[in-house]
């Protein structure tokens, strides 16, 4: 698949379900808040591309939420989390591939049946999506979780420093291996454990 902007997902995106072209071939409706578009890529492959040109792919990103919630199921990804954009992937009856739900974009659902959810974005389009109402709320817990916790994640690595009380020196030991030599102020080095 080549690059073309024409594939970009914007933050607008709410909804990128299969759906067969005129030539029945497989493809994907694309539904954001103010359009909605046939592409002829499916879903999953749309969703891989743009994880790719954020330097990442649908394998990484799949394994990642696996790896974060503990759960192989249904796992969510992020598309971007600067735009705020969390795809839910859902089964679509009759299609071999799977649909996405931009969880930010959701502002309601509610059962429609025994298997079937109709869900309101924010925008006033609302999509009955073929899961209960039970695997939805499911979904929607999972990608707050996997959310709330690269947040979390991104607060920790950008945190302040604390004032250094000790400093150190680290330098070349007697062997292969470097190790720590000592307060970098003082003068006189010689290798000490670290306690």
């Known amino acids: 698949m080549k690059h073309d902007s024409q594939l970009v997902l914007s933050k607008q995106i709410e909804v990128l379900m299969p759906a067969y072209d005129e030539a029945g071939v497989l493809a994907s409706h694309r539904i954001e808040a103010d359009s909605n578009d046939i592409i002829s890529y499916e879903p999953s492959q749309i969703v891989d591309l743009n994880l790719r040109l954020a330097g990442s ?3 990484g990103a799949r394994d990642s939420a696996e790896l974060i919630l503990r759960s192989r199921n249904k796992a969510p990804l992020i598309l971007s989390r600067k735009h705020g954009v969390c795809l839910m992937p859902f089964a679509w009856c009759g299609f071999p591939d799977r649909g996405y739900v931009n969880e ?16 309101y974005m924010k925008s006033g389009n609302s999509i009955d999506v073929p899961c209960s109402i039970y695997v939805f709320d499911n979904s929607i817990n999972r990608a707050q979780r996997l959310c709330g916790w690269l947040a979390d994640r991104d607060e920790r690595i950008c945190r302040e420093p604390k004032l250094p009380v000790q400093t150190f020196h680290i330098g070349k030991g007697a062997g292969l291996n470097f190790a720590l030599l000592g307060d970098a102020k003082r003068r006189k080095k010689e290798v000490v454990k670290l306690k």
């Not at 959701?106 to 298997?115: I, Q, S």
């Open 104 to 119: 930010r974009q959701v502002d309601d659902y509610e059962p429609n049946g025994r298997r079937s959810t109709t869900v």
């Open 57 to 59: 792919s649908l394998r």
